[in-house]
């Protein structure tokens, strides 16, 4: 009779839990600089005599986590976003997240971690469909930016950096973490001046497999996270 | 009395139907090492299996609908290309390496003759890519896929609904090479007690354990391992081999160990395709290697090999061939999904 009780009672527990879930809305702002970024058309200064036209901006997003004082109090499951600047849902996520905590920072991976990158062929966001593995030589793209700069010295003065490697001594996945985020929501800013103005597009123009330099630009894309100020 | 009886026999049949409907559909051979293949995130079904040996013999794989997975892995070579060193492509374009025989994948971590690939779903999608071979990409295939006539049924067939991704395309291509097990062959008879060696057979064997079974490891005759077997160089490749992917200088020249079951039909041997019979190849291993610092420690003096000795070892390689596994209908082009669907059904 007794744990009849019980089960009941927890049973209403767990529905309330359920129930109760709430919405953290989480934007993505790719910027440049001051300016809000654009795919296709628009110019973006670098340099007094350098500019760029960006074609393509897409990478993974996984492992998102929320901590408080550096203790991790939420974890998404089954956490791979895709990120898509030509796609804007992908830009804009609604994590369910039990209404009790407090928290002051979120954690993610840039990319997708080594033991996603040897488990097959997987689903959703990860299918190999979405452009984002490479063929010839098994492993996730994490980081896909393409487009054209006078500086660049290859053919149409296109450049393409796909940044990805998951093995010992290319690892590219990174961890972020951002502080200071708002309870209520908040905007997540990449700001790609900050990874532009570091390269030298006269030099490096391509990168199409896992590297040191793939490991290096991995490094400046990682700092170009924030928490938007407004 | 009589009632309870029928009770408990009619138990007695559930637990056997339950029995019989969870025989797996992959035996590993007896006393064989544990698969490494991860079967739980994938676990093979009859309709599965047969819609991916469809998309394997199938060329809307490729971009021009010409090529298809069994144009350079054909049946009766033990899945290897026929009759070419370097594998042919769509437009007739040559590749850069030999296609290797496809036998107990289920076994392999690595893939390709450098390791590039690092499972076996993921396989697939080099071949599609490449320029020279297919010359498509997956997801225009999966498109071709859901505008055909054949396969959003054999997708619902094998996953309850009809959608086509890649994830299910990739899967369904693993469920059939999974099964292309060989462990039929005179050898096998051997070793389960169920036939024996002549005598020179025998002699071979006890050759090949001495000078050979440390990287041809019985019983998948590879150790699935990267090495240099001391095969000079190609100038016109240049094929680095392991170091392209690991970029370690160590790896240099280094090539996966390839099995030697059916043997016989695999030819032309080696990564590039370069030695044309058995005997090439065991010439090869009785000669001088030029000293470069990874060359296997086992290699580092030629075999010695009288022309004997030859023979008796060439014998024993010969009894690795598995007439079940060359000539399996299972395993062969799936007339009835093409043709029997083709014609209304």
């Known amino acids: 009779m007794k744990v009849k009780f019980l089960f009941i009672l927890l049973l209403l527990f767990s529905f309330r839990l359920q129930a109760q879930n709430k919405v953290l809305p989480v934007l993505l702002s790719p910027v440049f600089g001051e300016q809000k970024l654009y795919l296709g058309t628009d110019w973006y200064h670098i340099a007094l005599a350098d500019s760029i036209q960006i074609q393509v901006l897409k990478f993974y997003v996984s492992k998102l986590r929320l901590l408080e004082k550096s203790k991790v109090v939420w974890q998404e499951e089954n956490s791979f976003h895709l990120v898509d600047l030509e796609n804007p849902t992908s830009l804009k996520w609604n994590l369910l997240i039990p209404p009790t905590i407090t928290f002051s920072q979120i954690s993610f991976d840039l990319g997708i971690d080594s033991i996603t990158n040897v488990s097959g062929a997987l689903g959703g966001d990860l299918d190999p469909t979405k452009g984002m593995y490479w063929t010839w030589q098994s492993g996730y793209i994490n980081f896909k930016l393409e487009g054209f700069a006078p500086s660049s010295s290859a053919n149409k003065n296109e450049f393409q950096f796909h940044l990805g490697g998951y093995q010992y001594p290319f690892l590219a996945c990174k961890t972020i973490i951002l502080d200071q985020i708002n309870e209520a929501g908040f905007v997540i800013e990449i700001d790609l001046k900050k990874v532009l103005v570091q390269a030298d597009l006269n030099k490096v123009n391509h990168i199409m497999s896992p590297s040191i330099e793939a490991v290096k630009w991995s490094h400046w894309v990682q700092k170009s996270f924030s928490i938007s100020p407004e | ?345």
Not at chain 2, 102 to 126: E, K, R, S
Request: glycine residues 4%.
């Open chain 2, 1 to 345: 009395m009589k009632k309870r009886f029928f009770l408990i026999l009619l138990v007695f049949i559930t637990i056997f139907a339950f029995r019989f409907r969870s025989e797996p559909i992959f035996v590993a051979p007896k006393n064989w090492p544990k698969t490494s293949y991860d079967f739980k995130k994938n676990p093979l079904t009859p309709n599965k299996i047969l819609l991916g040996r469809a998309l394997f013999y199938d060329p809307i794989l490729s971009k021009n609908n010409t090529i298809s997975c069994s144009s350079c892995h054909s049946q009766y070579t033990a899945f290897t290309h026929v009759d070419h060193s370097l594998s042919h492509g769509i437009d007739d374009r040559i590749g850069n390496r030999n296609s290797p025989a496809l036998t107990n994948l289920a076994w392999h971590t690595n893939f390709m003759w450098d390791g590039a690939v690092n499972h076996l779903d993921m396989q697939a999608l080099a071949p599609i890519n490449h320029p020279s071979e297919m010359g498509e990409n997956i997801k225009n295939v999966v498109a071709k896929l859901q505008h055909s006539h054949l396969y959003p049924d054999l997708f619902y067939q094998a996953f309850n609904d009809s959608i086509i991704n890649g994830e299910r395309l990739l899967k369904s291509i693993s469920q059939f090479m999974l099964t292309l097990v060989s462990s039929n062959s005179k050898y096998d008879s051997v070793v389960r007690g169920e036939g024996m060696f002549t005598s020179q057979e025998e002699r071979g064997y006890l050759l090949f354990k001495k000078n050979c079974n440390t990287c041809h490891t019985e019983p998948l005759f590879t150790n699935l391992q990267f090495e240099n077997n001391g095969l000079s160089v190609d100038p016109f490749l240049k094929d680095y081999g392991r170091f392209r992917v690991s970029q370690n200088p160590q790896d240099s020249f280094k090539f996966k160990v390839p099995t030697l079951r059916n043997i016989e039909f695999s030819y032309p041997y080696m990564h590039d395709g370069r030695f044309k019979k058995i005997s090439e190849v065991l010439n090869h291993y009785v000669s001088q290697k030029s000293k470069v610092s990874n060359l296997a420690k086992e290699l580092s003096e030629p075999f010695v090999l009288s022309p004997n000795e030859k023979v008796d070892l060439t014998a024993f390689l010969l009894a690795l061939t598995d007439k079940h596994f060359l000539f399996n209908p299972s395993y062969s082009y799936p007339r009835e999904v093409f043709f029997g669907r083709a014609n209304g059904k």
